[in-house]
């Protein structure tokens, strides 16, 4: 005997709570930092080249990195993509 799915999404769930954005903000931003790095150890750049080449500071690199940190902007993702040979896609959906 199959079970169907009792109650609501977990996207429902964040919504009922007020956090989806929240969530979803912090999980792409989580996401884009991990392809950031994972490219910087493809490249084998280090975080002071990888600075140079965003044009930025290393504190500024090292928010970008941080999964915890959510201090980032646009800006400085594009820049990072750029900087490792990427480029950053967006949409509204």
Not at 10 to 36: C, H, M, N, P, S
Not at 65 to 84: I, K, N, W
Request: aromatic share 4%; proline share 1%.
């Amino acid at each position: 005997m199959k079970r169907e799915n009792i109650g609501s999404s977990f996207d429902d769930f964040l919504r009922e709570e007020g956090t989806y954005e929240a969530v979803t903000a912090t999980a792409i931003k989580r996401v884009l930092a991990r392809q950031i790095a994972q490219e910087m150890q493809t490249q084998q750049l280090s975080k002071t080249a990888m600075a140079k080449r965003m044009h930025t500071s290393r504190a500024a690199l090292e928010r970008l990195l941080d999964p915890e940190s959510d201090a980032v902007t646009l800006s400085t993702l594009y820049r990072a993509a750029t900087a490792v040979g990427r480029q950053l896609h967006m949409e509204l959906v």
